[in-house]
């Protein structure tokens, strides 16, 4: 089975700044992942597919990068809507969510 | 406009079983590979079962399988978990799913309670 960490857990930031959430994958998985927002009682929403790619209507400050086994998202200038969870997820076998970053705003 | 609802959800003494369905539509729901994932309350995403377009291949996480039973009914536009000798860690919302190129599009959730 493939594992999925993300890192931080959990990180609190001001409005406009930078955010940077890592997810790694315990082997190669080339470019199949996927990153998803999920705010309290909603189902998550895809923003970034296969590493890098924006979901059609996703802002652009909304942003992916990565291949095999090291993946980083990042959100360019934090806006108080992005509170939420940042989940991971690999599809190059089976299927599997990174455990999640919560995003506070400080 | 794409539609997955969930229903069957509720909830239950440990051992005993539940049947949670998911009826689609807005879109072609024999052309869609179909999953069970769950979030426990405070959790994070857990994926549960696979179901391909024909119900030819199914898989399951092991935390579920043997227990857990994935189906579908595409004249019904229609996903099935059965769920039997429940735990109390089987309590979360269960969203039913379609998948392609591996990317997940979601119901609302049901949530499903395992406590005496």
């Known amino acids: 089975d493939i594992q999925m960490t993300q890192s931080p857990s959990s990180l609190s930031a001001s409005v406009g700044d930078r955010v940077t959430i890592t997810c790694q994958a315990s082997q190669d998985i080339r470019k199949y992942l996927h990153w998803y927002q999920q705010k309290p009682g909603k189902a998550p929403k895809l923003l970034i597919y296969?590493?890098?790619n924006l979901e059609t209507g996703v802002p652009s400050r909304f942003s992916g990068s990565g291949s095999g086994t090291d993946f980083t998202f990042t959100i360019s200038s934090l806006q108080p809507e992005d509170i939420a969870t940042y989940y991971c997820?690999?599809?190059?076998?089976?299927?599997?969510f990174g455990p999640g970053t919560k995003v506070h705003i400080k | 406009e794409v539609q997955l609802v969930e229903s069957g959800g509720g909830s239950v003494h440990p051992g005993r079983s539940l049947r949670l369905s998911c009826a689609a539509s807005?879109?072609?729901?024999?052309?869609?590979?179909m999953n069970w994932v769950r979030q426990a309350p405070g959790k994070g995403l857990e994926w549960l079962s696979y179901?391909?377009?024909?119900?030819?291949?199914?898989y399951y996480a092991d935390s579920v399988r043997g227990r857990f039973t994935v189906s579908r009914d595409n004249a019904k536009n229609s996903l099935y978990l059965q769920m039997n000798s429940l735990r109390a860690e089987d309590t979360a919302v269960y969203y039913c799913?379609?998948?392609?190129?591996?990317?997940?599009?979601w119901g609302q959730g049901t949530l499903v309670t395992v406590s005496s």
């Open positions: 997820q690999q599809y190059d076998n089976l299927f599997t």
């Open positions: 179901i391909s377009t024909s119900s030819s291949t199914i």
């Open positions: 296969d590493a890098s």
């Open positions: 807005g879109f072609i729901f024999s052309d869609y590979n």
């Open positions: 799913a379609r998948t392609r190129s591996g990317i997940f599009s």
